[in-house]
């Protein structure tokens, strides 16, 4: 079964290094093809590029595949396995979407932000643990899976949104369009900021340990503590240093709150504020203005429409596996459809805001860049559930 494990953690690796490839030749492709080439055909390099794409889906396929063999279960069931399939969805969704419009660039913009969510993915351990009882049911497959296929194809709906923005919004002079642009481009750094900030702590073997007490009152101490993975800028509540020689806190956070996961997020903003200075001082410019040789030669109509239609199909696959599946579930586990529980209640946000774009966009006339900035936020609104919500807010459905 390790051997099993290895050659599906190989293939994980495979597929990474072939997205990252696929995406230059998505680059090759805007660069060297003719206007003629935009819709309706596919350049050498294009070709290139979504035939690599393929291979590394399959090896990633394979991975999940190899992987759902050695645990017996869907590998969903933590914060590794989760990522790394909705990063595998969101490939999927990039696939069959570019076979449909036959644009190299939206490869450009979709493949890295898949490549940033498996990277964040490898960042969690990635041990094959059995299911808690709670879990065991084949709900887990039904409900989980749907849910990031509908979250996949919605980032689809960011992708060409962003390239939309950045094609449309003018950088020669200072904006809130320019501002709130330059602030996505900060959020997705950060992602990097947190990769690297983790990986160098990681390899130096760096943790701190606090005794602290938990939510019901409860003392944990000696090796009930906490560990943290990084130098603690919050401690937990009521958190005391193992050893006192030590970073100290600078202060701790009440029990609701994941402290380890939460200061994670803190170290994660510093070192993508420090990335983001840095690029902007080597480009002298801002970073969506670096990018708009990238998007000189696409039709904002044709993008518009890719995320439009991004939205309309992934919508009702998230309401399927979000909502419906989910509340079948937690009414056959705990008698109870629905309790409130965070998870819940920025699942239900995201359905609300997304049925909003579609009410704006049918009925109000909403194109163009008000889509274009509403699939960016739906987008931030999807990533505060898989990041925040999962980590630092504890509750049932959290992977914390």
Known sequence: MNHLLNISS???????????????FFGGAIRSKSKKAEGASMNRWGLIGITISIVGFVCQLGYFILRWVVSGH???????????FFGMMLVAAFIII?????TAVLGVFALPVALLIIAYASMFPREVNPLVPSLRSYWLHIHVTTAAAGEAILAISFAAGLIYLVKSINQSRKSKS???????????????????????????????????????????????????????????????????DQFKPLFNVPALINAVKLNTVIWSAITGLVLYILIRLIGRKRIGAMLQPLVKNIKLD??????????LIGFPVFTLG???FAMIW?????????????????????????AAFLHLRLSKGWHGSKSAWLAVIGFAIIMFNLIAVNLVIAGLHSYA
């Open 10 to 24: 190989n293939l994980l690796f495979v597929a990474f290094i072939l997205y990252l490839i696929g995406t230059f």
């Open 178 to 244: 320019t501002f709130w642009l330059e602030f996505v481009m900060y959020i997705l750094i950060s992602v990097v900021g947190f990769i690297i900030i983790t990986s160098i702590f990681h390899a130096a073997n760096y943790t701190q340990r606090f005794d602290w007490v938990d939510k019901d009152g409860v003392e944990q101490v000696g090796k009930q503590g906490l560990t943290f993975d990084l130098p603690a800028i919050v401690g937990p509540h009521e958190g005391k240093l193992q050893n006192q």
């Open 98 to 102: 570019f076979f449909i419009y036959r």
């Open 322 to 324: 979000a909502l419906i």
């Open 74 to 84: 869907a590998p969903v069931s933590n914060m590794f396995e989760f990522t790394t």
């Open 330 to 354: 937690a009414q056959v586990a705990w008698s109870k459809a629905w309790s409130w529980d965070p998870k819940e209640v920025w699942a239900l946000i995201t359905w609300l805001f997304y």
């Open 302 to 311: 044709l993008v518009d429409e890719i995320s439009y239609r991004s939205v």
